[in-house]
Antibody, heavy 118, light 107 residues
Framework: EVQLVESGGDLVQPGGSLRLSCAAS????????MHWVRQAPGKGLVWVSRIETDGSATTYADSVMGRFTISRDNAKNTLYLQMDSLRAEDTAVYYC???????????WGQGTLVTVSS | DIQMTQSPSSLSASVGDRVTITCRAS??????FSWYQQKPGKAPKLLIYAASSLQGGVPSRFSGSGSGTDFTLTISSLQPEDFATYYC?????????FGGGTNVEIK
């Protein structure tokens, strides 16, 4: 069974840092692109970042470029999101998701809440 | 960036109704297009991929159509468990943008 389990969400002050993790199981992690998607309270879904299978290529939304870093450890079947210089507008539930050959996001984690507030 | 315009933003319908949600892309995205269902407090769930392919385990009352810039999600006979928010998404090019969502409520 495919499972994605996020962790690391917390309350952090503006300007602070946080690292999210997404533990994958039930599939060959190294064969899939992985993504982070966020959802602010009461708002819609926003794609944040993507990493290709071997981690050599990454892409970011403009709103997080230069502040967030996506990475993966294929030996540990884990996806990461390093979040620096956090702002109040980064407050959201962060989901990791897998995409396959047709690029759709076919499996999602349960989400982890990041709150940026003083 | 490719903008995804979803309509309506909300609708009220009764059990058994046929429901149609549309999504328009600001430029052609071929069939790099998906529909998701999200219930409160839960992660999104993939319903339709490649514009018209039904994800495994999804009831056949859900269907998708379209290509290029205009796409449609149809629920042929709305069931109680279908009351949720629906999102479209393009994966033609980054950023992989979502539509604003359609909240399907009970009439």
């Amino acid at each position: 069974e495919v499972q994605l389990v996020e962790s690391g969400g917390d309350l952090v002050q503006p300007g602070g840092s946080l690292r999210l993790s997404c533990a994958a199981s039930g599939f060959t992690f190294s064969s899939y692109w992985m993504h982070w998607v966020r959802q602010a309270p009461g708002k819609g879904l926003v794609w944040v970042s993507r990493i290709e299978t071997d981690g050599s290529a990454t892409t970011y939304a403009d709103s997080v470029m230069g502040r967030f870093t996506i990475s993966r450890d294929n030996a540990k079947n884990t996806l990461y999101l390093q979040m620096d210089s956090l702002r109040a507008e980064d407050t959201a539930v962060y989901y990791c998701a897998r995409s396959g050959a047709t690029r759709d996001f076919d499996y999602w984690g349960q989400g982890t809440l990041v709150t940026v507030s003083s | 960036d490719i903008q995804m315009t979803q309509s309506p933003s909300s609708l009220s319908a009764s059990v058994g109704d046929r429901v149609t949600i549309t999504c328009r892309a600001s430029q052609s995205i071929s069939s790099y297009f998906s529909w998701y269902q999200q219930k409160p407090g839960k992660a999104p769930k993939l319903l339709i991929y490649a514009a018209s392919s039904l994800q495994g385990g999804v009831p056949s009352r859900f269907s998708g159509s379209g290509s290029g810039t205009d796409f449609t999600l149809t629920i042929s006979s709305l069931q109680p468990e279908d009351f949720a928010t629906y999102y479209c998404q393009q994966t033609h090019s980054t950023p992989f943008t979502f539509g604003g969502g359609t909240n399907v409520e009970i009439k």
